[in-house]
């Protein structure tokens, strides 16, 4: 059996365990996935290093997952997802922020989001995102921001009961209700399933974000991890089927 290997590219330690019980859900048989910790790199997104320096850390977590067999790249970090999607792009290395399922599910529910973050590196490339689904999709939307910086030394000091109580009690106090709440950041997913009774959706990333990574890596079409003769009769079966 052809394995086919996903990086997972964290900026907290605490995401490796999270990612790998979503995984061990939802992986087929064939998958198998490694993981790079940088978390250097949202240090140096919160005090605005220049993104010259940040690409470079990313340039080399990628080195390492590919050197640890991956062939596609899943990117767990709101504040830096987009570079190290235009990276993976650079490096012929097929990238993916694990919000963008998220901001495309969001865009579809509603014009009106508000995206909620513990951290204000995060609002900017969130939103930057969302406008970008907005418009591919052709649809209008109008983003709030809830930040929520308060928060953030919980998940620092490993209350992540506290942290997610915290995140879901000030959401579930906000008026005017939107369309759809955004939870910015992976950390936050716990908090969706307390925000069940919200009269909204609300969107996590995680769950999305691996769905969508392990439908690309296991696609046919995609070749990327497949022998060449292989991806030969693939195409071929294809183009009989059209």
Known sequence: MTRRVLGLLHTAEAHRARFDRLLAEAAP??????????????????????????????????????SLGARRVLCTCSSIGGMAEQVGRRMGLPTLRVDRPMAEAAVAAGHRILVAA????????????????AHAQGRPVEIETLLMENAWPLFQAGDEDGFTRHIAGIILNTHPQPDAIVLAQASMAAAADLLAQAPVPVFASPRLGV??????????ADGADIPPDEA???????GRIA
């Open 232 to 238: 030969q009769r693939a195409r071929t079966r294809q």
């Open 118 to 133: 513990c951290l204000p590196s995060t609002l900017g490339p969130t939103t930057q995102l969302l406008k970008e689904v």
């Open 29 to 66: 048989p064939e998958v198998r996935w490694v993981h790079c910790v940088r978390e250097g790199l949202l240090r140096q997104a919160l005090d605005t290093f220049p993104v010259n320096t940040i690409a470079a850390g990313i340039v080399h977590a990628m080195a390492t997952l590919r």
């Open 211 to 220: 769905a969508a990574a392990l439908s690309q890596l296991t696609r046919p």
